[in-house]
């Protein structure tokens, strides 16, 4: 079996430099494990031969393939057994001063071919290199936990990498069945640097108290086929691991606004309340298991009055439709009468707003939300303004519910909850592409294996409509006047030109 590296080295036996040790071995290279907790890597290794096993009862692994893995990975005592690999990847303590100082050791006992890898999450390898004396040996080649499952890695060059040693990772990353991705050497790289826009901007609505917590993880794993709720993924992963991140790539970006944290999630991590992993989280956990409250009933409304549709609704040839299906009565006069229902469907804008351009009756008036074609979505997102009546609000409710698809009624905001959220993942993305952090194939690719969302960013762009996601990031700057919102280069050109997200330059 032919292998990019045929011997490895693993310095670090936790939970990722056992993942890295078994998918090298089973990508035929001989892999040595180190450790300097003693017993450590002869666990792990213990660990792996069981996986290996357990393929092996189960037909995905041949009894020859498991022995052969098992031939070709063991456990060494001290740096200098590492002397003869060709390549030693660092999964150690996610701290710049020991990584240096063990790149240092490494230097010290290796050959100048010697391929140099880092684990790193967070930290630049520009500033691990740094001064070394081979740093175009040194590169990031950053995995994900579970590493045999999560099967994307990202390789990330320094200032010197040699090009060489970048090929060289790429090609040895698709013989352990795993997609590399390239990123440039940024705060965050790529899968970390994209996800910063779920969870902020999630946070964000919770503070202004738009939705409380399981209304907004309904609404975006309902409407948007998220897998898990922004709030549940924090509780999932813990705020002694989110919130640092969220302030490590804010900081690192000098207090880019797209990137700002929330005081929710540091008084939270202060507080020790950090998830499932305490029992309590944003949900209260019992026996692992998030208590959740019941969603509440739709009303019971006997009398339903007319409905209105503004004339600069979001897909309004579609919500006529869906009215239509729902039985409504609709009025298609110029102006609303008296009695009926108000429905807008802004994107970006609060109902209020609309509500006060248009001239329209506040107390009548309700938004839905448009953005997605209602037939993708298993529930519907419908905002009340300050003034609107509860009878009104009630009847929108009811009719909205009629078919048997879940309603959520939330407070008026700048935009609605997926809209936001979508907007800011997409806005982040096209940022992305405007540094020239990666390509944006990889920046999709990334983010759906590393992230499990539902598309990539980039193609979440384009079938949202670039135009569409410009919109709303520009009425949110008008409701807002804040920067967090200003649209990337990237997406304005290809907004105005109607172009695909997904499109690299020339």
Known sequence: MFSAFERVGIVGAGTIGRGIAQIAAQAGSEVLLLDTQPGVAEQAIKAVHGQWAKLAEKGKLSQAEAQANSGRLSAVNALPDLAQCDLIVEAVIEDLTVKRALMTDLMAVTSDTTVLATNTSSLSITAIAADLNREAQVVGFHFFNPVPLMRVVEVIPGLKTSPEVVQKLVLFAKQMGHTPVVAQDTPGFIVNHAGRAYGTEALRVLGERV???????????????????????????????????????YNQYYQEPRYRPSVITAQRLAGRVLGKKTGLGFYAYDNGTAVKPDAPLPPIVTDLPPVWVSPKAARRAELY???????????????????????????GFDVTTVAAVERLDATRTVGIDMLLDDATTRRRVLATNPATRADMRDAAWALFSQDGKPVSVIR???????????????????????QGICTPSDLDTAVKLGLGYPKGPLALGDQLGPGNVLEILFNLQTVYGDPRYRPSPWLRRRGALGLSLQQEEL
Do not use: W, Y
């Open 321 to 347: 439709q869906l009215l239509k299906n729902l039985n409504a009565k609709i009025e298609t006069t110029s102006t609303p009468s008296a009695q009926a229902l108000i429905l807008v469907a802004p994107l």
């Open 211 to 249: 939705a409380d917590i399981a209304t907004i993880d309904n609404i975006l794993k309902d409407q948007a086929d998220f897998k898990l709720g922004p709030l549940e993924l924090m509780d999932l992963t813990g705020l002694d691991v989110s919130h640092p991140v969220m302030e490590s790539v």
């Open 412 to 434: 008026d905001s700048g935009g609605f909850v997926t809209q936001r959220v979508l907007a800011h993942i997409v806005n982040i993305a096209a940022d992305m592409c405007q």
